[in-house]
């Protein structure tokens, strides 16, 4: 039983690593990457370009449209101390635009 044990987590450790290592959503911007940066100053840039959440669905919505067909996925890169209810705005548009694909990564600075 304790040989059973050590197999299995064994190979959930590989399966772990060999999954990280290879994700396909790597850290240079590509042609099916929309950038969403949020600082925390609460100011929110889309592939660099400042914007308001009001203004938010419709820069994503073009620049959704100027990446065409492709399967697209976000990154989203938050700073500290940025407000939840602010990022669960954010979703919540990316989501009505039918964007699912995220990738979270925090420690933004204020200078961004």
Do not use: W
């Amino acid at each position: 039983m304790r040989i059973v044990g050590i197999f299995i987590l064994t190979v959930i450790f590989s399966v772990g690593f060999s999954c990280t290592s290879e994700s396909p959503m790597k850290e240079t911007k590509t042609k099916d990457q929309i950038s969403v940066h949020v600082n925390a100053n609460q100011q929110i840039r889309v592939n660099g370009e400042l914007c308001s959440l009001d203004d938010f669905s419709k820069i994503v919505e073009k620049a959704k449209e100027e990446i065409g067909g492709k399967e697209i996925f976000i990154s989203l890169t938050v700073g500290d101390n940025v407000k939840m209810g602010l990022i669960a705005d954010i979703q919540s548009s990316l989501k009505e635009l039918d964007l699912r694909k995220i990738l979270y990564r925090s420690g933004l600075t204020n200078k961004s």
